[in-house]
């Protein structure tokens, strides 16, 4: 089930969800109440660890295979996870106030 936003429960899309995953977790904005959330931090930890332990087993069990036959492996553990990860990421609602100043006054 995709996630909702925590302040109109609208459902997010799952591509919002992905395009925040593979350009650096950018924050997400509702389509209704224009709330911003941004991925929390075990979600982060867990796209970190869904993403590189599959691709470091795969390369030291793989090491003394050709390149083509370790990155093809690889890749398909990317596109994998990164399609279901929108399922599994939880977003929390991003502090209000941003200092676009930053701290200069």
């Known amino acids: 089930m995709m996630q909702r936003c925590t302040e109109c429960n609208e459902p997010f899309k799952w591509n919002q969800l992905y395009q925040s995953l593979w350009f650096a977790f950018r924050p997400v ?14 979600s982060r930890l867990l796209t970190v660890f869904l993403l590189l332990v599959p691709m470091i087993y795969i390369s030291i069990v793989m090491r003394n295979l050709g390149l083509l036959e370790v990155i093809l492996p690889i890749a398909a553990v990317i596109a994998l996870v990164s399609l279901v990860l929108p399922f599994f990421l939880k ?8 200092d676009t100043n930053y701290g200069n006054r």
Not at 29 to 42: E, I, P
Not at 91 to 98: C, D, P
Request: one cysteine or more; glycine letters at 10%; hydrophobic letters at 25%.
């Open 91 to 98: 977003y929390e609602k991003a502090e209000s106030s941003i």
């Open 29 to 42: 904005r509702c389509r209704k109440c224009g709330t911003v959330h941004k991925v929390g931090s075990a």
